[in-house]
């Protein structure tokens, strides 16, 4: 089993819809969650980071952590065309262990 | 301030050829890490410094891959001699520690280098 599971898409949405993107894990002692934008032929950016289970909003994004199902969630309301791109969630602290990646097209 | 930044952006080389891959990491920044991204596959860890001392290394494939960080600023990955699994994309990123916990901060990834071995 692999230590971070996330399906890699392609997701194609129009513009302003909500969108889910979702990994799960095996490994319980994980306590850091983050999620990463990689742009094309750019490196993953920080997107947003939570530390143990619950909800973190910022802006349009809202990143969730249930640990007692090992599952988290970034949500992007209001979808924009600038969000395609691939998000990748990444668990622990050092080092990371990130999933594949979604790929997020959003299409005005 | 600059970011991550690497060289080359994009290498092509021979089977059996050498590879060296630069990263300057963000002025100040202790931690450097490389990870690497396989086609398909998720982006994967490879090492940890600390400044010069190499913190973990477990993730080195295997003894083809040397890497070093001199002097405790910037980094170089040798991949010597090459094969035809080690294509693909590689990361470098940097991150300070954070006061008072002795934890790593937010990682700042560079662009990557991408190596195709043919």
């Known amino acids: 089993q692999k230590e971070v599971e996330q399906d890699p898409g392609p997701l194609s949405v129009p513009e302003g819809a909500i969108v889910s993107l979702n990994c799960t894990y095996s490994?319980?002692?994980?306590?850091?969650f983050m999620w990463y934008r990689q742009y094309s032929r750019k490196g993953p950016e920080l997107l947003m980071y939570t530390y143990s289970s619950g909800n973190k909003e910022d802006g349009r994004f809202t990143a969730q952590v249930d640990k007692s199902s090992k599952y988290i969630s970034l949500f992007i309301r209001d979808s924009q065309p600038s969000d395609s791109a691939t998000y990748l969630c990444a668990i622990g602290n050092t080092p990371l262990v990130f999933g594949k990646g979604t790929r997020l097209s959003v299409i005005a | 301030e600059a970011g991550v930044t690497q060289f080359p952006s994009h290498s092509v080389i021979e089977k059996g050829q050498t590879v060296t891959l630069r990263c300057d990491p963000i002025?100040?920044?202790?931690?450097l890490y490389w990870y690497r991204r396989v086609m398909g596959k998720e982006i994967k860890f490879l090492l940890h410094?600390?400044?010069?001392?190499?913190?973990?290394e477990s993730g080195m494939p295997n003894n083809r891959f040397l890497a070093e960080r001199t002097g405790g600023t910037y980094s170089t990955l040798k991949v010597q001699p090459a094969e035809l699994e080690d294509s693909g994309v590689y990361f470098c990123a940097s991150s300070r520690f954070l006061s008072g916990t002795g934890e790593a901060g937010e990682l700042f990834f560079g662009e990557g280098s991408r190596l195709t071995v043919l």
């Open positions: 002025s100040g920044h202790d931690n």
């Open positions: 490994n319980s002692a994980f306590q850091y």
């Open positions: 410094f600390v400044k010069e001392s190499k913190q973990d």
